[in-house]
């Protein structure tokens, strides 16, 4: 077996994304040993040549990517397009979608575009994660950060040994899918009392920018192109 | 009503750009104000995530390219029309990244609509979105079920209503009738 995770956030090395997705390689690696091979490329700063090649030569592919508006980042999308004259056939292809919002619900429009997309490739789906609440780890107890590359790692692994993700592991991780009737409740409360925003908050007022946190920049500007057109 | 009319089709032979002409002539003559944009020709950079818009310079990308000529227009037009054929299922790769810069124009708090997370308004009103596009040899019905629900949603985080899709097959008053030009 050949792997390639394709990482599609923009913060690249710097990426949530990165976090989870080593823990996968990880997991993959130590059950693999020397008998398969394993790496992970960036759509953010790889060039085409060797997105293509590794599109090219693996045989399972893991696209994992943050939610952008509900969808894939812009470059995910241009990486699409290039991979559409490629050989799709054999390839199977998992599917990794984690955003910042706590329910998994946001992830799985684009995600059922992404398995239509492979199966209209002829391509074999091996399954998509679904995760919600993953910019919070940022500022999350190592114990919690700890529980979620575990995951990843036998999402790994169990991607070695049975060519799939883990069913199970997958229904984990898409938990909350939505926020339940008393999980409202709470973020409403917690919002009355400002507890709901702490991350924001918490970087605003950090860059000391706190009382200008609900400006309007854009309303009356003007500005004339910087192209030529 | 103003729209504004935010276009790609990067490499294109098949006479999108035409097409296009066809249907913002047939807008301005039912007395609608357009105003078109070729993404192809605009200094764009990616949205990189990196947050500069919502805690460090609150409302306002680090980024000081062509983005800077189209949110006020944005935030000044009715209808925001994205235009652009499909490749692999999507609009160019263009507009996803334009789409990706709007993030400047929410706030990063989270408010609940229909009990679901979202980021809350920055602007008081935002304009409606819809789409243009031509559909590749492949689509099917299902393909466009998919395209319609990742627009709604798109319309959904950015408090807008999403009008449809039309698409280059249409005629010019279908495609009004599709995302309620009328």
Known sequence: MKLVVLNGSPRGTG?????????FLEGFTMAAGAVAEAQQLFLYRDSDDLLIKSFTENDTIILAFPLYTDSVPGKVKYFLEQMKDLDWLGKRIGIVVQ???PEARHTSFIARYLERLIQRMGAEHIGSVTKGGVEGIQIQPEKWKARLKDCFHRLGEGVYRTGTFDPDILAALRKPWELSPALRRMYRLMSRVGLADFYWNYNLKKNGTFEQRFDKPYEREHHSLKSSS | MNVLVLEASPGEVGGFKERMDSLTDHLTVKGHTILRYDLTSLD???????????????GRCMYKDDMEVLYPEILKSDLLLFASPLVMGLPSYLIKECQDRLIPLLHPYITLINGECHHRKRYDRYPDIALIT?????TEKEDIELLRHLHRRLALNFHSTFRGVGFTDMTNEEICHETCCA
């Open chain 2, 44 to 58: 764009l950079h990616y949205c990189t995530g990196c947050f500069t818009c919502w805690w460090k310079t609150p």
């Open chain 1, 15 to 23: 990426s949530n994304t990165k976090i989870l997705m080593d823990a």
């Open chain 1, 99 to 101: 955003s910042g919002f």
């Open chain 2, 134 to 138: 031509r559909k590749e040899k492949d």
